[in-house]
Structures are given as structure tokens and as C-alpha cells.
């Protein structure tokens, strides 16, 4: 049973790092949804377990590659939750070329630029799964989509979109592939509702999401073929970034159905 000084644990625990990750095409995928969604998308290389969760989930573990039994003390070590469930798959990353992820005519994508908290990133990859969306790309300096926190916050939908690390350059590419780029903006001239009561958002659309902090970089915001805002009815100054790619991610979802 591997401990946290076996060799494989102090090579798998190093994948918390990005550079490591970076370097290795690895990364870490906590807990049982997780492990079951990368297992299904066929990038599970080891799945380590406690005793108890192999047993609770031998369902999975058959399905493993190749199964590693670990100590409590070692998946202490690998998972950065404080209430483990104890299963941590070691995975290939799955990101695809923006070039193969375009091939496919995608009519919905998410892109999120230069947006730095891994915990949003994550859920709105989860969002634009659950809307249909074929595609998220992370663009520019943005969080690294292997980051723990954002394979967590994403609940499995890591694994069913095509990921795709791009430039901010990507926009017209994106445009040269028949989709129109909207840019949300809490100061944009459009609103998502007049542009749904329009049927603009029946078109094959890629959504723009800026940092919760600072928003859109202005390059990407002159680029986009319109500025958009979710409309407050209230008196909410605003909506948080996940909230708000919600809005518009289901807007163009219903739009497009």
C-alpha cells in the first residue's frame, strides 16, 4: 500500500503545482464524480484509493488502468479537499487544438479570458456544459483549467466539452468560423433580452466572460461584434461572473432549441 514517500505519491502530489503539470500533461481528479466522468473520457492513467473507497466504488476501479492502493496518510497528501472521499485519478490532459474544437461548427462556446479565479472558471465550464455550449477556451493569462479547485468547481464537466488554451487573438478566428462574438459588459449597449426578444441569439454565438475583478480586456472588448449586459431589475449592483455567464450561456440555449 503506497505511502506518502512512495516515489509514485511524491511524483503524483507534485501535480498540485501548475508548472509541473505544465510540464508532465498531468493532472489530479479528485473524488468519486470526478474519477467516474475522466474514467469515462478515457484519460485515467492510475487511480489511487484508500482500502475503503476501492471498495465502495469497485465499480470504478475496474475500470482503472491500473489501481494503486494508498494509506489515509497518502491521500492526505494528493487531495487538497478537507473532507476527501478516497479516490484521486492520475489523468492526461484533454484539451484539444482550437482548430479540431471549431471543425466540429460549434453553435454555443464559452470563452474565458484572462479570468484568474480557478473556483469561477470551473463553474462556468460547468455552466456552459449544462447549456449545451461544445466548447469552452480559455483565452490569454488565464487559469490553468487542471488547477484543482477548477476540475472540482467543474463537477465532471472537464470531461465533456472540448477544452481549448488559446490567445485572446482567438476571437477572429472564431468569427472567421461563422460564429458572432458577444462580449458581456455591465456597460455594454445591448441587453441579453432585447437581443433574445430579436432572435440574435438564435445564431451560433461564442460568449465573452471577463475576470470577476476587472472584466473583459478593452482589446477584447473592441474586438467583439457587440457589447452585451445582463439588465438588473433590482437593486443589485451587479451579478457575480458565474451568475452572469449563466444568464447568457441559457439564453443562447433557449434561443438556439
Excluded at 503524483?12 to 481528479?29: E, V
Excluded at 447549456?131 to 493569462?141: E, L, N
Excluded at 466539452?161 to 476571437?171: G, T
Excluded at 432572435?199 to 472588448?221: D, M, N, V
Amino acid at each position: 500500500m503506497f505511502t506518502p514517500r512512495t516515489p509514485r505519491i511524491v511524483a503524483a502530489r507534485r501535480l498540485q503545482r501548475r508548472k509541473d503539470r505544465d510540464q508532465s500533461g498531468r493532472f489530479l481528479a479528485e473524488g468519486p464524480q470526478a474519477v467516474r466522468e475522466a474514467l469515462a473520457a478515457g484519460a485515467v492513467l492510475e487511480l489511487f484509493g484508500t482500502g475503503a473507497a476501492l471498495d465502495r466504488y469497485a465499480d470504478l476501479a475496474t475500470q482503472a488502468p491500473e489501481v494503486s492502493p494508498i494509506t489515509d496518510d497518502a491521500l492526505a497528501a494528493l487531495a487538497e479537499t478537507v473532507h476527501p472521499q478516497g479516490l484521486v485519478a492520475l489523468c492526461e490532459q484533454i484539451d484539444v487544438p482550437l482548430g479540431d474544437a471549431l471543425a466540429k461548427s460549434p453553435r454555443l462556446v464559452a470563452v474565458v479570458a484572462e479570468i484568474r479565479d480557478p473556483g469561477n472558471a470551473g463553474t462556468v465550464l460547468r455552466t456552459a456544459d449544462a447549456a449545451g455550449a461544445s466548447a469552452v477556451i480559455f483565452a490569454g493569462d488565464a487559469v490553468d483549467p487542471y488547477n484543482g479547485k477548477c476540475v472540482r468547481a467543474s463537477a465532471g464537466s472537464l470531461f465533456h466539452v472540448d477544452v481549448v488554451r488559446a490567445s485572446l487573438s482567438v476571437l477572429d478566428l472564431l468569427r472567421d468560423n461563422g460564429l458572432q462574438v458577444l462580449a458581456t459588459s455591465g456597460t455594454g449597449e445591448d441587453d441579453v433580452d432585447s437581443l433574445l426578444d430579436g432572435g440574435l441569439l438564435a445564431e451560433p454565438t461564442a460568449w465573452l466572460f471577463g475576470s470577476e475583478a476587472h472584466g473583459l480586456p478593452s482589446s477584447a472588448l473592441e474586438a467583439a461584434d457587440r457589447r452585451v449586459r445582463v439588465p438588473i431589475y433590482g437593486g443589485a449592483e451587479s451579478l457575480n461572473l458565474a451568475a452572469a455567464a449563466a444568464v447568457c450561456l441559457y439564453a443562447s440555449a433557449r434561443a438556439q432549441r
